[in-house]
């Protein structure tokens, strides 16, 4: 008897594979441009730099974005028995612009300074994924030295609305996290604050939509070049997080560089990173049927709870 072929359903979602091949171009191509010029303070940067790095922010905050509209799908377009209550839970469609879906989603005061970093990466993405050409200009001293690089954007171009709000008056630059408009002044140290960030937002994500809808999961890495990942034994790849990736960016990073880290971010670095601990006293389980039900709880955690809850934007609108 022939069986009848069974259906097979999947979403093609590249948010992982992106991001994963963005972190090992700033890893193998700018980080070794970036160390072997780690005393030159001043631009331009090289071409290795600045290109990979170009490219990454692109592939990030696409990554980014297909990770979103992952969320999206599984909470308010698959369908599930029974049906979720409070659905949709999102007010945002998985085609709509990275900007709103960010806008729309750290809607806390407290969530304020994130969600600016968060949209000036998009600026400085905007600036790659939509070519305008500036006009650089620098002094050259009789010393043979030369002054500070200056931009302006030639052929009447102008940014948008987004843009022009976070920008620096007389900077090329961003207001919040100095990130450069300009693709050719990406430096190493400007894509290490753009993974921090990221970071901090997928940790954010991950404790309030819980693992299944909202965790990134383990991405693959190399040792190359030899000595980037401390204590790697000889493994040709290993899966780490996203965590682990950023804590080994910042680690590379010059002692001058690391502050100017902080300086950009304005917190503790470590807060970029890892994910917030949670205070709360454990309670002893004290009767067999207790322990029983904990060890079930860990093997088969309840669902998250903004499941049930009915969306923010209705109570905060």
Not at 279 to 297: D, G, L, S, Y
């Amino acid at each position: 008897m022939v069986q009848k072929a069974k259906r097979q359903d999947y979403i093609s979602n590249l948010s992982s594979d992106l991001i994963a091949q963005a972190l090992e171009l700033i890893q193998e191509k700018s980080f070794p441009v970036y160390r072997k010029n780690i005393h030159q303070r001043n631009p331009p940067f090289a071409h290795g730099e600045f290109a990979s790095a170009a490219v990454a922010i692109v592939l990030l905050t696409a990554g980014l974005d297909f990770h979103l509209a992952r969320l999206k799908f599984f909470r308010d377009v698959a369908k599930t028995k029974p049906a979720l209550p409070h659905t949709p839970y999102f007010n945002w469609n998985i085609g709509t612009y990275l900007y709103d879906k960010i806008d729309r989603l750290l809607y806390k005061r407290t969530e304020k300074r994130l969600k600016e970093q968060l949209i000036e990466l998009t600026a400085m993405r905007d600036s790659v994924a939509h070519p305008k050409l500036y006009l650089v200009s620098s002094l050259l001293r009789h010393d043979a030295t030369t002054s500070p690089e200056t931009a302006k954007l030639v052929g009447g171009e102008s940014h948008r609305a987004k843009t022009l709000k976070r920008k620096l008056k007389r900077s090329e630059r961003t207001v919040s996290l100095r990130l450069p408009l300009v693709p050719s002044w990406i430096s190493y140290v400007d894509i290490v604050i753009c993974v921090l960030v990221l970071t901090r937002f997928f940790n954010l994500l991950e404790e309030r939509y819980g693992n299944f809808y909202s965790m990134l999961g383990t991405l693959p890495a190399r040792d190359i070049p030899s000595g980037f990942f401390p204590n790697w034994r000889n493994t040709t790849r290993k899966f780490i997080t996203l965590a682990d990736w950023a804590q080994a960016f910042f680690n590379s990073l010059a002692t001058a560089d690391q502050q100017t880290v902080r300086k950009r971010l304005g917190f503790d670095v470590s807060k970029y990173i890892r994910k917030r601990e949670r205070r709360r006293k454990p309670k002893w389980p004290k009767t067999a049927e207790a322990i029983f039900r904990a060890a079930f709880e860990l093997a088969s955690p309840p669902p998250p709870e903004f499941l049930k809850k009915s969306p923010p934007w209705k109570m905060f609108p």
